[in-house]
Every structure is written in structure tokens, then in C-alpha cells.
């Protein structure tokens, strides 16, 4: 385990250099995180990343699963996961090209089997949304009639998101159903920051910060099955799903800049007395459902599904944009190769798992008629180790999202998340001889 951990940090250290490299100008995300709340995040168990699903009918007794509940009630073992990731994203609207890197820590979840495989808790931190972008535009304006024009630049960045803490119960019903509940608390917190740059001298440098946030309570439900024996001897099927009830969450608004006030540099509230200061964000109804076919224990096929209702949301603040808000669909496609389940095979190659897997997604954007969606490659190893039933997960995604139609912009995406899992028998005491 303790190896492990080492490794996974080492791993860790080159994903923030690359990250680091990187000047301020070229840190962001995906352009199209600027509308309304940002990007939905898909949750993705780490065993299941390197096929590109979220796991809602994957179960793992060594892997934390944060894609649904129910699975919490079926594990044996304590289990711990934190996943970190860094995402190059390549942007083009057929004139320019520019380049953004992203290094995000995605999530961390315990599980504790209260009754082993009968009852478990799991704990965890998600992102629901992330809003990280960067966007420039170029104009003039003429002071006076017949006066010369006055370049200025107008740059917009983006930061934030919607993240959730979240306690829940998996619960085993005999020996091949289970069902799962969790509740959540969702934080918002997205910021807007605005520069405009001016050519001449007539004009200073004007900058304010728009700023969202606000708290609501969420919840979710899981169910998951599985059958053995169904189509030959020792093969398994299994299917699980997951519900998440849409939220409602109170924002404030804030708008703040730094001006001279008093012949001193002071942070101020710059929103007039007639502004919106308070308002809401809501986020949809969502659903997934999977089914996983093991026709051994070394190798596993899986199809899942996951649909998001955003034309049901608004965002108060922004009603113009709740119009390109679209239902979203996901679908997904992988597989996993396990050879180390074959006795005798003492071979480094043979003690990893192998993952692939494709997915396609429709986006919950629509741009002037043009639907933004999102076709990406997956590929996954599993590192195991070999003292304690703990692993490192490396998964790696290549994609597209969006279109150059319009002025729109098309991306360019390539990806690389690290997990780590931890997987003990706690609370027994250990002999030793």
C-alpha cells in the first residue's frame, strides 16, 4: 500500500509540471464551460475510467465506486479513493487556434463496510460542474464624433463551479440485489472576472470581478443486480442504475472591483442598489443505467447510459442563456481484460488491467442550430499491488467537442487521470504466528 502511495505521488508531480509550464495566459478549460453554470462533470468510478463510464453496473471489491449507491452495500473491504487529472484542450474557429491546460483533483470517497456485504457508508467529495475558461474579444469605439477610434481589448476568464459533499447507504438484499441513498450538499462558487484594455491613454484599465454563491441539499438513489450462471457456467450479468433529483440552489450575487476610495486602493462593491443580488441556480434531473457481461473472471464487456434534463433548468442571473441549454445524452461502450485472475502468471504485463472503452455525448448546449457534442477515445491500466489489494489507476482519453460552424469552436481534447485506491480489512484483529 505504502508503495503504492509512493507511486502514485511520483506520478503525480510530472502532471504538475506540465500544469506549471503553462503561463497564466494558456491556464483554462473548454470555451464552452462559460456558459451558464459551466461543464457537467460525469462521475466515474476509477476502476471504470479507463473505459470512459461512470460503473453504474461495474462492481469492484477492491475500487471504491462514487457512480452509485447501491454498490456500497455489496463491499467487503474498507476503501479509499482520491483521483487527480490534467486535460489539454486545443480550441479552434477556423482563423485561430490556442492551447489551455487543466489539472484538476476530481474526487475522493471512503467506503466502510458497517456489515460486510450487507451494508456499507461511503463518504465523498465531487465535482458537479466546472467553469474554468478563457475568452478575448477586440473593437474600438470613437470618444467623439469624427475623432480617431480607440482599440480595446476585452478579456473574460472564468473559474469555479458546483461541487458536492456526500454521505450515503448501500443495503444488500440476499445474495444478488441491492439498492443505495445519498445525500448531498451542493456548494456553488463561480467567478467572472472582466478586463477591458484601452489603447490610449484617455482611458484607464477597467476591471470587476461578478461572483456566485450558494448551498443546497441533493439526493440520489442506486440499485444494482446481478445473475450467475445465466449463459454458461461461471459468467455473470449484471445491471445497476442510478437516479439524482433535480436542485434548487440560492444564489447571492456579488460585483466588486478595486478603486481609489479616499485616496486609497480598496476592494468595493461596485452593484448598484437597482441590481439582482439574489437569484437562483437549478440543475437537472439525471439518470444512468448499465449492464456489465462477465463471461469469466477475465473479462468484463459493458454498455451504460446517462441523460441529464437541462431544458428543465434556469439560471436567473443570465436568462438568455438558459435558451441554448439542451437535454444531454451519454453513451458509452468498454471492455476490461484481467489476466492476473489466471494462476501462474507471474509476469509484470500479466499482473495489470488492461481498459478500453468509447463514448459519445450529445452536450446540454445547442449554439444557432448546432448541437455541441463530444466523441472520445479511452484507454486504462490498473497497476496492482502485490503486498495488499490496493491499485493505481491510469486512464488517458482523446476527443472532439463542439463545431468551427458559425464562429463556434471546435476542441481538440487529450487527457490523463491517476487514482489511486486503497483497499483494507479494517476492525479485525490480525493473528500472527
Do not use: C
Amino acid at each position: 500500500m505504502y508503495r503504492l502511495t509512493i507511486i502514485f505521488i511520483l506520478l503525480l508531480f510530472p502532471l504538475m509540471a506540465v500544469a506549471q509550464q503553462a503561463d497564466r495566459e494558456s491556464a483554462g478549460g473548454s470555451s464552452y464551460s462559460s456558459i451558464g453554470v459551466g461543464l457537467p462533470v460525469d462521475t466515474h468510478s476509477s476502476i471504470t475510467s479507463g473505459m470512459g463510464l461512470p460503473g453504474v453496473s461495474v462492481f469492484d471489491s477492491f475500487s471504491a465506486s462514487s457512480s452509485n449507491p447501491a454498490l456500497w452495500g455489496v463491499s467487503f473491504h474498507t476503501q479509499g479513493n482520491i483521483s487527480a487529472g490534467l486535460s489539454n484542450f486545443q480550441t479552434s474557429d477556423g482563423i485561430e487556434t490556442s492551447r489551455f491546460n487543466q489539472l484538476t483533483v476530481d474526487q475522493f470517497q471512503l467506503v466502510l463496510p458497517i456489515i460486510r456485504q450487507s451494508l456499507g457508508v461511503s463518504i465523498g467529495f465531487y465535482p458537479v460542474t466546472r467553469s474554468s475558461f478563457q475568452l478575448s474579444s477586440q473593437g474600438s469605439i470613437a470618444p467623439e464624433p469624427g475623432s480617431t477610434p480607440i482599440q480595446f481589448l476585452n478579456n473574460l476568464d472564468g473559474s469555479g463551479g458546483i461541487n458536492k459533499f456526500e454521505f450515503g447507504l448501500g443495503y444488500r438484499f440476499g445474495t444478488n440485489f441491492a439498492i443505495g441513498y445519498a445525500a448531498s450538499v451542493y456548494l456553488a462558487s463561480i467567478d467572472r472576472n472582466f478586463e477591458t484594455f484601452f489603447d490610449s491613454p484617455r482611458f484607464s484599465t477597467l476591471e470587476y470581478t461578478e461572483s456566485y454563491t450558494g448551498a443546497a441539499l441533493g439526493n440520489r438513489f442506486g440499485i444494482y443486480g446481478r445473475l450467475n450462471d445465466l449463459l454458461r457456467s461461471n459468467d455473470r450479468i449484471s445491471i445497476g442504475g442510478a437516479l439524482t433529483l433535480p436542485v434548487e440552489i440560492d444564489i447571492d450575487r456579488e460585483v466588486t472591483g478595486y478603486r481609489f476610495v479616499g485616496n486609497q486602493f480598496s476592494l468595493v462593491d461596485l452593484l448598484p442598489s437597482t441590481g439582482v443580488r439574489n437569484g437562483n441556480i437549478s440543475l437537472p434531473l439525471e439518470y444512468s443505467a448499465g449492464i456489465t457481461y462477465q463471461p469469466s473472471g477475465q473479462f468484463n464487456v459493458t454498455a451504460e447510459y446517462t441523460a441529464q434534463q437541462w431544458n428543465d433548468t434556469d439560471f436567473s442571473f443570465h436568462p438568455s442563456q438558459e435558451e441554448y441549454l439542451v437535454n444531454r445524452s451519454r453513451y458509452g461502450v468498454g471492455m476490461q481484460f484481467h489476466p492476473y485472475v489466471v494462476e501462474g502468471r507471474e509476469s509484470f504485463l500479466s499482473n495489470l488491467r488492461y481498459s478500453a472503452g468509447a463514448s459519445y455525448d450529445t452536450g446540454h448546449l445547442n449554439i444557432d442550430g448546432h448541437g455541441i457534442d463530444t466523441l472520445m477515445f479511452h484507454l486504462g491500466i490498473g497497476v496492482l499491488s502485490q503486498q495488499a489489494q490496493s491499485s493505481i489507476d491510469i486512464s488517458f482519453q482523446y476527443g472532439f467537442r463542439g463545431t468551427e460552424a458559425q464562429n463556434l469552436i471546435e476542441e481538440r481534447i487529450w487527457g490523463i487521470k491517476l487514482s489511486l485506491n486503497l483497499a483494507e480489512i479494517m476492525f479485525v484483529q490480525q493473528r500472527f504466528q
